[in-house]
């Protein structure tokens, strides 16, 4: 894996190779460091939202650029929570189709847009979903950034 | 029970069983593969064929002991119920989703996956 460190005592940076298996290690970490500042309240949805972003980024970017995640607690927030962003260079025949599923997840309330895209899931060919940003969408307030390159998510539970 | 159920193995893989028990069908662990079209997608499709050759009304799936679904493993469970809703109508049965109380991502999903499969879906919070 990749570098990690604590950037502030609210911050956590974690630079990565986008390969498979360091998506499951990942979310544990993800979920410990939650848990260890008091958020189990928000873990499951947590987990989810982290699940989602990271496989998309392994899945969809760019093989040979690293991703960055970065995991805020938002404690001096008046609405607090818990912020994950994650970073990575994208295949520019991605990005049209990213954000198309993007604005679909914003037309509509979550659950709406959730159960229309589990409806698209059964034309795809066997093994596609496109289900990530809609079921993100439904845990957390997300956000979709084009910087260059790079296609930045971020997602912020509560 | 179904002697057919009842014969199928256990599926066990990266974290997680899928296993028929006393003909429940009792998922256990956490489901992330990247491709469980693979795997957990066939083996699904077995338990299918042996719900409609015992040519039972009803099946009821277990996930309270599911601990996360990614979803791509979703898309397994929208491909069991378009299965059972391509079948003539005798042979059509009732999925039983039996989930933990309070896991939000069970009841979102499955309320989702329920309003695809209309009348062949139940979804029921806790034991």
Do not use: C
């Amino acid at each position: 894996m990749g570098s990690s460190g604590l950037a502030s005592d609210m911050t956590l940076f974690v630079r990565f190779p986008p390969k498979w298996n360091h998506i499951e290690p990942l979310r544990q970490y993800i979920d410990l460091a939650a848990r260890g500042r008091g958020y189990n309240g928000t873990a499951d949805k947590l987990n989810i939202v982290a699940q989602e972003l990271l496989e998309n980024a392994v899945k969809y970017g760019d093989p040979s650029s690293e991703i960055e995640l970065e995991l805020r607690f938002l404690e001096s927030f008046k609405s607090g929570g818990i912020e994950i962003r994650v970073s990575n260079k994208a295949h520019p025949s991605r990005l049209a189709l990213l954000d198309k599923e993007y604005q679909r997840t914003r037309a509509e309330p979550p659950r709406e847009a959730f159960t229309k895209a589990l409806q698209r899931t059964q034309r795809l060919p066997e093994g596609a979903t496109m289900l990530g940003l809609s079921r993100i969408a439904m845990e957390a307030t997300l956000t979709l950034e084009v910087n260059g390159d790079r296609v930045v998510l971020t997602a912020r539970v509560v | 029970m179904s002697k057919r159920l009842a014969g199928i193995s256990p599926l066990t893989m990266e974290g997680v069983e899928i296993a028929v028990v006393d003909g429940i069908v009792r998922f256990t662990g956490t489901l992330s593969m990247r491709d469980p079209s693979a795997t957990v997608t066939p083996f699904l499709r077995r338990i299918h064929a042996a719900t409609i050759e015992s040519g039972l009304p009803r099946l009821t799936v277990d996930l309270s002991k599911l601990k996360f679904m990614n979803s791509s493993s979703i898309r397994s469970l929208v491909d069991w119920v378009e299965w059972i809703r391509k079948e003539p109508d005798a042979k059509q049965y009732v999925l039983h989703f039996v989930t933990k109380p309070n896991v939000t991502w069970q009841e979102t999903t499955l309320s989702a996956i329920q309003s695809l499969g209309g009348e062949h879906v139940v979804v029921q919070s806790g034991p």
